[in-house]
């Protein structure tokens, strides 16, 4: 049985213009896991590995962070921090419109205007000094390979703030930290993309063609089911742990902060994130079968090292470059047998490897013309026939 959660009612939920603020239900399948001591062996050989989320709920006990879950004392500490802040930019980029300039605010004043109805977000902000000297260093920045670098970065949004379905192109895995606030996540394995219309845009192909943020609350649950998902109301406190390739749609359930610590990759997932210049479903499939470094099997060996060839080659130009390593992922995916180079499920399929096809003419060099014989006539005025 679903679990329901109301937002909390802000201080106030009415609108510039007078309009209400929507509050949506939240009807969660609340099937992910929660575990407290993970050591980063049982996280990397249980979870990371093997793709399977999981919520870890100790992580902050006990130390100066645990005060920032109670968000009057986050702003009492951290108000003064400047934060940029901007439209939902994959819901832009889905629109086609460009990226806007972020206006700069302080945190105390940003939190004023979400709990007032605003609908802006601070995304993908890389963590400031000031937050991340309250934070305990994180027990799994020694995964994955040495030669790598981990990330951080903080979010803030409010209720009726989502993030579109999507999975992220660097290929890391992901450790969520709820700082204050509630906030739902929905997380889908690589393996059902074929479900999720993806790719249909080229300029955002990491996205799905679903609007989970437009459904109803059980058409969502309906549909959750039917791609085999995990979901969660995550709580202040709390980490949930993104699988690398794992798809993830979230909605802001309350006025939240959050910041993740992106992890190093293993070797293979670094290449393919780094080498290849664009990102695909394909990719994502591709990345999906070398997650666990230790279980790479022969097809996906030598899909690797077909990949590690074609990317050290040399081509005319960029474009053509990036043309041929998409096609080739393409035709790894489907020599590998991947469900995402199976027949269509949706007109996002058909559409994307057009796309594809029209990419590869476009970079193809243009054919030459038929050769010429110079004769002391063609290089004279033209005679008419
Ligand atoms: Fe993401």
New binding site residues.
């Given amino acids: 049985v679903p679990t329901t959660f109301l937002p909390r009612r802000a201080a106030s939920s009415t609108l510039p213009g007078g309009l209400t603020r929507p509050t949506r239900r939240i009807l969660t399948l609340d099937n992910i896991e929660r575990r407290s001591r993970l050591t980063p062996e049982v996280l990397d050989h249980e979870h990371l590995r093997r793709g399977r989320p999981v919520i870890i709920t100790d992580l902050w006990k006990g130390t100066s962070a645990e005060a920032l879950c109670d968000p009057r004392r986050a702003v009492a500490a951290l108000g003064h921090m400047p934060l940029p802040v901007g439209p939902n930019l994959i819901e832009e980029f889905l629109s086609g419109r460009e990226r806007l300039e972020s206006r700069w605010v302080s945190m105390a004043d940003f939190h004023g205007e979400l709990l007032a109805g605003c609908r802006d977000m601070v995304l993908e902000h890389d963590v400031p000094e000031e937050l991340e000297s309250i934070l305990p260093v994180s027990p799994y920045l020694d995964l994955g390979d040495p030669d790598d670098f981990w990330v951080s970065q903080m979010f803030m949004a409010g209720p009726g703030s989502y ?1 579109h379905l ?3 192109m660097d290929l890391r895995h ?1 450790v969520m930290h709820q700082v204050f606030g509630r906030k739902r996540y929905v997380l889908v394995d690589a393996a059902q993309t074929r479900k999720l219309g993806a790719g249909a845009v080229s300029s955002v192909p990491y996205t799905s063609a679903m609007y989970l943020q437009n459904f109803s609350p059980e058409d969502l649950v309906d549909f959750l089911r039917y791609v085999d998902a995990w979901d969660c109301v995550l709580q202040p406190g709390e980490a949930l742990v993104i699988p690398a390739t794992t798809w ?1 749609y979230v909605e802001y359930v309350d006025v939240a902060m959050s910041l993740n610590v992106r992890l190093a990759r293993n070797h293979h997932l670094r290449y393919l994130a780094e080498a290849v210049p664009n990102t695909s479903v394909e990719l994502q499939a591709l990345a999906h079968r070398l997650r666990d470094e230790d279980d790479v099997d022969i097809r996906a060996r030598t899909a690797f090292a077909s990949l590690v060839a074609a990317a050290t080659r040399r081509y005319a130009d960029d474009d053509a470059r990036g043309a041929a390593l998409d096609q080739l992922v393409a035709d790894l995916a489907g020599g590998m047998g991947l469900d995402i180079a199976a027949p269509p499920y949706q007109v996002a399929d058909v559409v994307r490897r057009q796309l594809l096809v029209d990419q590869t003419a476009a970079a193809a060099p243009a054919p030459a013309l038929p050769r010429r014989r110079v004769s002391r006539q063609a290089t004279g005025p033209r005679r008419r026939r």
């Fill in positions: 993030l999507h999975f992220d992901v993830h």
